[in-house]
């Protein structure tokens, strides 16, 4: 992240923008992670737990488990691109 925020600065943008910009950026995506594991929670472990942990299950939910962090990164850089994409659409 060094570097972004290097190229960042290059720009030469107002700081305060960018601070700004930075506390927008991990609010949503704080909000966003606290949706998605309570999603996750609430239709994955909890069931599994409420099932008494089954064998049979374990090991599907550790994959999911560690598999999930990844896709959701990807699914989220390509929502916000698209986002992107159509604010800057809908602006021009």
Do not use: S, W
């Amino acid at each position: 992240m060094l570097g972004v925020g290097l190229q960042i600065l290059d720009l030469g943008l107002p700081l305060d923008m960018l601070l700004q910009a930075k506390g927008i950026v991990e609010q949503h995506t704080t909000q966003i992670a606290v949706e998605l594991r309570e999603l996750f929670a609430a239709n994955v472990l909890r069931p599994y737990l409420e099932r008494g942990r089954p064998n049979d299950e374990r090991e599907r939910v550790r994959l999911a488990t560690d598999q999930l962090r990844p896709l959701t990164i990807q699914v989220l850089v390509n929502g916000f691109q698209n986002a992107v994409n159509d604010v800057i659409r809908d602006h021009v």
